[in-house]
DNA sequence: ACGGGCATGTAAGGGGTTACATGATTCT
DNA sequence: AGAATCATGTAACCCCTTACATGCCCGT
């Protein structure tokens, strides 16, 4: 359970509430890793019962009471010990869009090209928010924070996600073409 | 629900066991699409009481009776249906070795460099054989199949998945150089 | 004799998504 | 007036993984 260790991860920069740790995860973890506060509201409470983290309800005039979580030191040792294993094996992902396209070829032609401009758009708009927003969330953090280190960690897995979106342009823009003269 | 619909497409080619299945996911769809066995079945048994696929049983010496799985006309109508939806959206996928390195900034750097070496190799050799067998594999099929344009889509495919690794095989280079200068 | 291929499944649990539920404040 | 932000959660459901269960044949 990968959303844990993200949880504990985060917390190990400052304590947050689950409406905070879901802020930073779509800022920074997002095209890697997400999840929605209706799922990382009970894995929270499931860190906090296994004694990972501790909770302190802070009340707010006119909003409703926050619930600032903070590592314990047991939180702070599973989080090392996570660090420590070592990474992950490359796990085969799943992806809906080559799995319809691979079964594809018998919709008509100027569909599938008209389908694949579509996803060209889309991903240039991802790739040009990536290039935008993430650099500048990063210098901010740093910033805030002190990390010098975690900024080479953070720079490089943002190039990481933008290059893999790259990529798959480029694909794209291929395949546009061979669909177009050999389909 | 995405196996589904690869289990019918892969129906609409010829009828099919659950075991037929699984190995051809595993030669052709195994980098962006895949399933065990003990998910394939059940699935199978749900697509049958939907009326999606009906099945043949056949005796056989010596081996375990075979289940023939067939495409049905609603089985054929639910695949064109399928087809005809537009492409998913591009969805945010969850990479643990992302995850991973993005809270590894206090590692010991000769043990990150050592892990992602390590990545290296294993991606190196995941793409030897996607390069490798893949295309003799699509060939036979086109061959056993007279599907030239099935063939195509095929053959993109393939391309995609071979320019994501090598991608990634070039990102894993320039982060063992910038985490060997940098942290 | 042992491992791999053929061939089918069940059961339990983990992880994740979607929908639902509440309610005040602030911005447009 | 309506939408977004802050802030918390529950319940149902779906999909997938892991472990278990069976048993014969063939090649080395």
């Known amino acids: 359970m990968s959303l ?36 990382i509201y009970p894995t929270l409470q499931q860190l906090e019962g296994d004694g990972l983290i501790a909770a302190a309800t802070v009340p707010q005039a006119g909003k ?3 619930k600032v979580y903070s590592l314990t030191p047991a939180g702070r040792a599973a ?8 990474l992950p094996d490359p ?17 008509e032609k100027k569909t599938l090209l008209a389908r694949l401009r579509h996803q060209l758009d889309l991903r240039r708009a991802r790739l040009a928010a990536c290039e935008r927003e993430t650099p500048a969330h990063i210098a901010a953090t740093v910033a805030a924070t002190g990390r010098p280190r975690d900024g080479v960690m953070w720079d490089l897995i ?12 480029r694909w794209l823009e291929a395949a546009i073409v061979t669909i177009d003269a050999r389909l």
Chains 1, 2 share one sequence.
Request: zero cysteines; aromatic letters at 14%.
């Open 79 to 86: 989080l090392d010990a996570w660090l420590a294993e070592p």
């Open 158 to 169: 943002r190039q990481a996600g933008e290059e893999r979106e790259r990529a798959f342009i």
């Open 64 to 66: 409703p009471d926050k």
């Open 4 to 39: 844990s260790h993200t949880l504990l991860g985060f917390l190990s920069y400052a304590p947050m509430t689950g409406y905070d740790l879901k802020k930073q995860m779509d800022r920074s973890t997002q095209f890697f890793w997400h999840a929605a506060l209706s799922q």
């Open 91 to 107: 796990a085969p992902g799943k992806d809906g869009l080559l799995l319809k396209l691979f079964f594809s070829a018998s919709v």
